[in-house]
């Protein structure tokens, strides 16, 4: 677990950077996140520990599977124009503005879109009006 950071005014993780408001938070999520690398959470970390770089932000990890986690924030960063306008308050869910496919989670949209509509970028990042939506679907309200 690692100490405070005063400049972020956070707790952060020193294995994957995340930043939390309290102590106990920072425990609760070392605990359930950390669990296999938890040879590393009570001491400190040496240069030999930090194997594995980030190629795109160069900040280091004691696992394969920490900066491959880490890799995929950086993926869904380039999608994060999409958080507000995919977000419908009133259910609470993420749509799709493509093929209206709702989730819970931003991360799962930003899998789908990855997985389904990378070609799709260009129209991703367009403001679809109301009148531009000429055609209906005859199963459902969309």
């Given at each position: 677990?690692?100490?405070?950071?005063?400049?972020?005014?956070?707790?952060?993780?020193?294995?994957?950077?995340?930043?939390?408001?309290?102590?106990?938070?920072?425990?609760?999520?070392?605990?359930?996140?950390?669990?296999?690398?938890?040879?590393?959470?009570?001491?400190?970390?040496?240069?030999?520990?930090?194997?594995?770089?980030?190629?795109?932000?160069?900040?280091?990890?004691?696992?394969?599977?920490?900066?491959?986690?880490?890799?995929?924030?950086?993926?869904?960063?380039?999608?994060?124009?999409?958080?507000?306008?995919?977000?419908?308050?009133?259910?609470?869910?993420?749509?799709?503005?493509?093929?209206?496919?709702?989730?819970?989670?931003?991360?799962?949209?930003?899998?789908?879109?990855?997985?389904?509509?990378?070609?799709?970028?260009?129209?991703?990042q367009?403001k679809?009006?109301?009148?531009?939506?000429?055609?209906s679907?005859?199963?459902?309200?969309?």
């Amino acid at each position: 677990t690692e100490a405070f950071d005063p400049t972020e005014n956070r707790y952060r993780c020193k294995l994957c950077y995340t930043n939390f408001k309290s102590f106990s938070t920072l425990v609760s999520h070392t605990v359930a996140i950390h669990k296999n690398e938890s040879e590393f959470l009570n001491r400190e970390l040496t240069a030999s520990d930090l194997k594995y770089n980030c190629g795109e932000c160069g900040k280091k990890f004691v696992t394969k599977d920490l900066v491959k986690s880490h890799r995929r924030k950086h993926a869904s960063e380039k999608f994060e124009f999409l958080r507000k306008e995919a977000f419908d308050k009133l259910e609470n869910i993420y749509r799709c503005k493509l093929c209206y496919t709702n989730y819970k989670s931003f991360s799962s949209l930003v899998s789908h879109t990855i997985a389904i509509h990378k070609e799709d970028m260009e129209l991703l990042q367009t403001k679809i009006e109301e009148n531009e939506l000429v055609f209906s679907c005859d199963e459902c309200d969309y």
